[in-house]
């Protein structure tokens, strides 16, 4: 029996679609997996500066407050406000009218009672006066000679002098203002800016984590002196000049937990003013074996816990859990979970999970660790 033309036309045609579509199936079949790839960084330990930022305020090294030791009118001021002035220069002068008159008065009082002690001195050999007589007139000479001291004192005392090396503040009197000794008005303040002090605050855990781990050996003072110190300006400068950590103070604030440090900083461009806001890096120790991770490859999970996932030697991905310190520009100072020779995964983390065997290559979303640590060391 013969088909018919049209049939086997027909039967032709649906037998080739069949095996077009049987073939596109084949042909969209998925790949066999795939060992996925990950970027990794081999961490390296290397030294690194321990450096904390810390707000702190400017102060003078040296203040003193010019007042009168003896009373009178203002005759001249003898300086220039916000100049500089040197020790001992004269600020002031008060009249001194008074006080030449009443020297001059010790004076011949002084010389009476000299003459009168030497004549009793000689006629107390011949018992022509008493011996308390005499003893009389030897007191009399030294109570003159204290009066004409103080009366130069006295006299001296109407010039008034700058008592330390400084900037000479505005002058809170004038001419013919009357002062006295003893008043509680300053004429005028002198500030002592070079060197000058830079007060900061740390909390007490961070000071005594410091002091342990530099008692246990794992840390390493940053210099002969201790601390040191940099400034940046309120204006986001780098101060040009470093400076040294001076003391701590000796008692805890209860308010807040912390301890004031001190800082002193050479100022000889006078760039630094007394109540200044400034921020404070102290390189206070250095950390010789110190491991700095990519933050790339730092996660949090949900309890906070900071957590890496690393390459073991068998090419399978393995969960650690750190205690991340602190941060140091783009990486983490990582204390515990990582060590030298950990290939840390920074790249392709969405892809796999722990135990998942994977293929290790260098990342190229991080800085070779060399540059980072040479970017991230500061002086040693």
């Known amino acids: 029996m013969h088909m018919k033309p049209a049939l086997a036309a027909l039967v032709s045609a649906v037998a080739l679609a069949v095996l077009s579509l049987s073939g596109c199936q084949e042909a969209s079949a998925p790949p066999p997996s795939q060992t996925p790839k990950v970027g990794v960084v081999t961490l390296q330990a290397q030294p690194f500066t321990l450096t904390t930022e810390l707000p702190g305020r400017t102060s003078a090294y040296r203040i003193a407050e010019v007042r009168p030791q003896v009373d009178g009118i203002i005759q001249k001021r003898l300086f220039t406000e916000g100049s500089e002035v040197k020790a001992g220069q004269q600020l002031y002068q008060i009249d001194p009218a008074v006080y030449s008159a009443s020297y001059k008065s010790a004076q011949a009082s002084l010389a009476s009672a000299k003459s009168l002690a030497e004549r009793y001195r000689d006629l107390v050999s011949d018992q022509a006066v008493s011996k308390q007589a005499f003893d009389e007139s030897q007191a009399a000479r030294l109570q003159a000679e204290a009066a004409l001291e103080k009366a130069r004192i006295d006299l001296r005392y109407t010039k008034v002098l700058a008592p330390i090396s400084g900037r000479v503040g505005r002058s809170a009197v004038t001419e013919g203002a009357l002062v006295s000794n003893g008043q509680t008005l300053a004429m005028a303040t002198i500030q002592q800016l070079d060197p000058i002090y830079v007060d900061v605050t740390q909390s007490t855990s961070d000071l005594l984590r410091l002091r342990r781990e530099m008692a246990e050996g794992q840390l390493q003072k940053a210099g002969q002196n201790g601390a040191r110190v940099t400034l940046t300006l309120e204006d986001g400068s780098l101060y040009p000049h470093e400076g040294t ?24 461009e006078h760039d630094l003013l007394p109540g200044m806001f400034v ?9 010789q074996q110190a491991i700095l991770a990519p933050q790339q490859g730092i996660t949090r999970d949900l309890k906070g816990q900071a957590t890496a996932l690393v390459v073991n030697e068998e090419n399978k991905v393995e969960l650690r859990h750190l205690k991340a310190d602190r941060t140091a520009g783009d990486r983490w100072l990582v204390s515990e979970g990582l060590n030298p020779g950990d290939r840390l995964i920074t790249e392709g983390l969405q892809f796999v999970r722990p135990g998942a065997e994977v293929q290790a290559a260098p990342a190229t979303n991080v800085a070779s660790q060399q540059a980072a640590g040479d970017g991230l060391a500061k002086r040693p």
């Open 245 to 268: 950590l001076e003391f701590s103070e000796v008692s805890v604030d209860e308010g807040t937990g912390s301890v004031t440090l001190r800082a002193v900083f050479p100022n000889p």
């Open 279 to 287: 921020h404070a890096s102290l390189s206070s120790a250095v950390k």
